[in-house]
């Protein structure tokens, strides 16, 4: 059974967000961090852990740092430690979207 989350976010908010270090904390690890160098990046990010959630059906139930978004060498991001899932991450203007499928 494969299941599918998508979240969209508004980059302007998270760009506002990540001006708060408690936010940075305790949304991204420090290898994401590492690799953000663009508020579209961050929202991306963000994205895809709402998004993984959705597929879960779940609901957050955990910190979002618990999951972590990293990406190959060609710049395809994955979650680390999850072997069942397909991510993808695009942006565009004012927002940022990922989809996540389950298997």
């Not at 590492?34 to 963000?46: D, H, R």
């Not at 899932?85 to 979207?97: E, P």
Request: hydrophobic share 40%.
């Amino acid at each position: 059974m494969f299941k599918i989350g998508t979240d969209i976010v508004k980059i302007s908010r998270i760009e506002k967000s990540i001006e708060r270090a408690s936010f940075l904390k305790d949304v991204f690890t420090e290898k994401e961090a590492e690799y953000c160098k663009t508020s579209q990046s961050f929202a991306g990010i963000f994205a895809a852990k709402e998004a993984y959630f959705k597929a879960l059906g779940t609901g957050i139930n955990t910190r979002l740092k618990n999951l972590e978004v990293l990406h190959n060498e060609s710049g395809k991001p994955y979650f680390n430690g999850i072997d069942n899932c397909d991510l993808s991450i695009s942006h565009d203007g004012d927002y940022a979207v990922a989809t996540v499928i389950l298997w």
